[in-house]
């Protein structure tokens, strides 16, 4: 259980008066423990807790404290404390509510203070939201790829595992870009009448350094059929390989055994993986990139209304100047004098009609994509070989089958059944279901197919019969006049 005794009261100190010094507090903590400064030589000692919290607390308790309906529970931080009490009152809530946890420091023989576990994993979601510039963009689709080849290759199960991993995270980083843009369109709706270029700013930075890999390098659509591939690979391996590489996974992944659906684990971890990776090329990936786009159009809406109202503003200039030397009365002489001095440093100049030119059509210049070629393995052209070659082996030209027919009738003259044309080899066979369907394409060569009331059945097939007759006997038999 979550809550037990060391934790029953784990989020007291978030739901009182002084929350956001709370969580300033917890920030500075993790940044100093666990974030990309952290001192790991150093374990952090009463001393150093005090010196990190008190200028936090300090900063935190300058800003206005969020008002309370229900004023039972006594705040957190007394109201006359100064900061160094503050400090010590946070610090004991901390420790008293199973964020923060004492513990022996062997080296110094002092007490030292570290984040539970708990504590640890809820201040990381504290210190992420406060980051968005330290995050980096994101290649799970890539590393998933890499990992399944690894796989192929060594037949190693936590390789197989890192992939699993890797696939879970694609739809986390898709759903983070998401949850980014429509917190910009949210903040730019709120901001509107500001023109928020900071944002727009930080969108542009964040574009190059994450989202512009995200969309070409490591784009899910890119890597999807490589990772199809590869999943095909896996599940087609021989039995002893496969049976080696079930092992090792029912050993390294003893999670999987207790959550699959079937009786292989490597099974069912494979299309777990590939349903991950669709679900994210399908629903995910598709709204991303609508979301960037409907921040970027509400975007230059707004910098165009705010051009507009800018250049507007000379317009309404003059109408103001205007309405002013008609209200002046006796003092617009002198109104006039200063609006003309004003203006005095002002040059007009006027185009010439002439001068001006139609532009042709530019040439846009298409954007390529610059990619690695993929290599097409053995087996790859193999199975396309064996694809096109199933595809011949059961077509025949309508112009060969009519032919034959056509043969057979202008040596009979006279109509014939289509049970009655032979049927001792596949291709004759083909030939006979197909030759009806060849006659109605509009090349039948002057034949018609009557449908009869009779039915046909043979070895092979049964269906409705039909009376095959020419319109021209002759026709067939004449040689084809030249030009």
């Known amino acids: 259980m979550f809550f037990e005794t060391e934790r029953r009261h784990f989020f007291r100190p978030l ?10 507090c917890v920030r500075a903590l993790y940044e100093r423990l666990h974030g990309p400064s952290a001192d790991y030589a150093q374990n952090l000692s009463r001393d150093g807790l005090r010196d990190l919290l008190l200028p936090v607390v300090r900063e935190a ?8 309906e229900n004023d039972a529970e006594p705040a957190l931080i007394p109201e006359h404390a100064d900061d160094v009490q503050g400090a010590a009152a946070v610090v004991r809530a901390l420790q008293r509510d199973g964020w923060v946890e004492a513990f022996p420091d062997r080296a110094g023989l002092v007490t030292a203070y570290r984040l539970t576990r708990a504590g640890k994993l809820f201040a990381e979601a504290f210190w992420s939201v406060e980051r968005r510039s330290s995050r980096t963009r994101q290649r799970n689709v890539r590393s998933c790829r890499n990992a399944l080849d690894a796989t192929l290759r060594n037949l190693d199960a936590h390789d197989l595992v890192d992939a699993w991993d890797y696939a879970e995270k694609v739809i986390s ?15 730019l709706m709120l901001e509107a009448s500001q023109t928020p270029w900071e944002g727009f700013m930080d969108f542009l930075d964040r574009f190059e350094k994450e989202f512009k890999k995200q969309l070409t390098a490591d784009s899910v659509e890119r890597h999807r059929q490589a990772i199809r591939e590869a999943i095909v690979q896996l599940h087609a391996l021989e039995p002893a390989r496969r049976d080696m590489l079930e092992n090792r996974l029912n050993d390294v992944a003893r999670w999987a055994m207790q959550e699959r659906s079937g009786g292989s684990t490597l099974d069912w971890m494979l299309f777990r993986i590939e349903d991950m990776v669709e679900a994210a090329c399908n629903s995910r990936h598709p709204e991303l990139i609508k979301a960037m786009s409907v921040y970027m159009q509400r ?16 317009r309404r200039a003059w109408g103001d100047a205007i309405s002013r030397v008609a209200d002046a009365g006796e003092g617009q002489q002198a109104l ?54 199933e595809a011949d082996a059961f077509a025949l030209p309508n112009e060969d089958v009519l032919r034959q027919v056509g043969a057979a009738l202008a040596a009979r003259r006279e109509p014939i059944r289509l049970s009655q044309l032979p049927a001792s080899s596949t291709a004759d066979l083909l030939a006979n279901m197909q030759l009806v369907e060849a006659i109605r394409s509009g090349r039948g060569h ?8 009779a039915r046909m059945e043979n070895d092979y097939y049964s269906g409705a019969d ?18």
């Open 336 to 389: 006039l004098l200063r609006l003309g001095q004003a203006m005095a440093p002002a040059e007009v100049r006027l185009l010439d009609p002439s001068a001006f030119r139609l532009r042709g059509p530019s040439q846009r210049r298409r954007a390529l994509a610059v990619t690695a070629q993929p290599r097409v393995s053995r087996d790859a052209r193999l199975a396309a070989a064996m694809q096109r070659a």
């Open 15 to 24: 739901s009182g008066k002084h929350r956001e010094v709370i969580v300033a």
């Open 466 to 483: 039909y009376r095959i007759a020419l319109d021209e006997p002759d026709r067939l038999n004449e040689p084809e006049k030249q030009p």
């Open 173 to 187: 980083d898709l759903s983070e870009g998401v949850d980014y843009f429509q917190e910009l369109v949210r903040r």
């Open 446 to 453: 002057g034949m018609t197919a009557t449908r009869l009331a």
């Open 61 to 68: 308790r300058r800003l206005p404290a969020p008002e309370e």
């Open 299 to 314: 975007a230059a809406a707004i910098v165009q209304q705010a051009l507009l109202l800018n250049g507007g503003r000379g």
